[in-house]
């Protein structure tokens, strides 16, 4: 049986979600190893390592909550291109023209 290319769409964007979610855990893991030892106490516990609320932030965690930050976002895109699809497939089935 053939694959449509609305599976093959939907299993690229889970990939995608997939490897960037790998890929953010890996740069935040990598960036709390190069840590000292009392500034990782601070951050949550792993796979995220969520850094403290920007009031209690000290200075030397200033650089890793901005990568904290700017990782999220690559997370957050990625989901909405994958949503959004998803969205136009059931518009389109919904419309009558499925592909």
Known sequence: MPI???H???TVFAMLIV???MWRRRRLRR???DLPTRMQRLLGPEPLFIPPPD????DDLRAY???HKRTRWV???CWTVAAAYAAMIVFSVLKGNPS
Not at 55 to 58: G, I, M, N, Q, Y
């Open 31 to 33: 960036a709390v190893r």
């Open 8 to 10: 093959a769409l939907i």
């Open 75 to 77: 997370i957050y895109l």
């Open 65 to 67: 909550a901005a990568l």
């Open 4 to 6: 449509s290319s609305n």
């Open 55 to 58: 009031d209690r932030l000290p």
């Open 19 to 21: 490897l960037s979610t």
